[in-house]
């Protein structure tokens, strides 16, 4: 008996260690973690795939550059240029459209730029520069801060004569930057999904929204296992597979905050 027993649990720590083996690391976005959203959709993977994901959040040009080391199997970002370097460089297997939502302008409700119920986000944002009205950027190279930065751009503001003024780059993501400009009453760009499971909003509100120009596409890459043989290939796949699948995009449609949807899937499957 007491053979059998031992036998027996021999056996359950094989199957607990072989679980535990399979797990991978996927390199993604703070929106996507602070979000929630992999709160719900991580769980459903490893128990219909039995691998576990641990994640990295930072911003997406982070994840990119973990991406580039190996130290991540997978990259789930959503900064499009940016992914499409990181393949031609060879980084990534293939790329795959996963989910979407759109980039909104935050603000106080006093709204000193007077942009509230605006469209022309390009509009918004002249607006808040010549009121010198205080704005909080990421400033952390992530997906979001790249977006920012391309429609400062296409806005026309030289952010120079910003900086240490009106203009602050805090470093960090979504989250802090949020909570920033709740405590300070400020402007900032922030992706929806974020923002919907954000608790701690103050006298912030949503000001200007709508633009095509606000669109968030997130894509999903397998780490190259050729550049980097640490990758673990067939189960980064997994992931990559599922998430494209037909019980992924369920999942993350599935996936609501208040009775809002936070993400929209898209991939082809």
Do not use: C
């Not at 997906?143 to 429609?151: D, I, K, S, V, W």
């Not at 602050?168 to 400020?186: D, H, K, T, V």
């Amino acid at each position: 008996m007491r053979k059998i027993i031992a036998i027996g649990a021999l056996l359950l720590w094989s199957t607990v260690a072989s679980a535990q083996d399979r797990t991978i690391t996927v390199a993604s976005t703070t929106s996507t973690e602070q979000s929630g959203l992999f709160g719900h959709l991580l769980p459903l993977f490893t128990k219909a795939e039995g691998i576990g994901v641990k994640v990295v959040a930072v911003g997406t040009g982070q994840a990119l550059d973990i991406g580039r080391r190996g130290d991540a199997d997978v990259v789930f970002v959503h900064d499009r240029p940016a992914e499409d370097k990181f393949m031609s460089e060879g980084q990534g297997v293939k790329r795959f459209d996963v989910m979407y939502n759109d980039f909104i302008i935050i603000g106080p409700k006093s709204d000193p730029a007077k942009i509230a119920g605006g469209k022309d986000v390009t509009d918004a944002l002249r607006k808040i520069a010549a009121a010198k009205a205080p704005f909080i950027s990421r400033g952390d190279k992530s997906g979001t801060h790249a977006a920012e930065l391309r429609l400062w751009k296409e806005a026309g503001v030289d952010l120079g004569a910003g900086k240490d003024s009106w203009y602050r780059e805090i470093g960090q993501g979504m989250g802090p930057a949020l909570n920033m400009a709740s405590s300070s009453n400020a402007y900032l760009l922030s992706d929806r999904g974020t923002w919907l499971s954000f608790k701690n909003r103050g006298e912030l509100a949503v000001l200007t929204e709508g633009d095509k120009r606000l669109f968030n596409q997130y894509g999903v890459m397998l780490v190259n296992p050729e550049k980097h043989p640490n990758v673990k290939a067939k189960d980064g796949q997994a992931f990559v597979d599922w998430l494209v699948s037909s019980k992924g995009q369920e999942a993350i449609a599935g996936y609501k905050v208040g009775g809002e949807q936070l993400f929209f899937p898209n991939a082809s499957h």
